[in-house]
């Protein structure tokens, strides 16, 4: 079992900058990968960034050169910082991960960008 909690959401400017950050219980060294998703109101959940074991990273286009996702083994976290918050970037974001074929997933944290 893996368990992950979000935080860092909140509101900011358009243009603004935020970093969420994931906590994973146990470690993450194992997990295939870690990314980030989210869903804005009346839409579908979107992959944000993904980031795999072996290194590799996919972004939406429509985050790219604007959000960077990392991860820290020691601490066991992933972070997304994200630049040049748009409104369209409005959400809750999940993180979530993949171990063993199982997916998990955070609560979610709100993000609320005003234009």
């Known amino acids: 079992q893996v368990q992950l909690v979000e935080s860092g959401g909140g509101l900011v400017q358009a243009g603004g900058s935020l970093r969420l950050s994931c906590a994973a219980s146990g470690s993450i060294f194992s997990i295939n990968a870690v990314g980030w998703y989210r869903q804005a109101p009346g839409k579908q959940r979107e992959l944000v960034a993904r980031l795999s074991s072996g290194g590799s990273i996919n972004y939406a286009d429509s985050v790219k050169g604007r959000f960077t996702i990392s991860r820290d083994n020691v601490k066991n976290m992933v972070y997304l910082q994200m630049s040049s918050l748009k409104p369209e970037d409005t959400a809750v974001y999940y993180c979530?991960?993949?171990?063993?074929?199982?997916?998990?997933w955070g609560q979610g944290t709100q993000v609320t960008v005003s234009s």
């Open positions: 979530y991960a993949v171990k063993g074929g199982d997916d998990y």
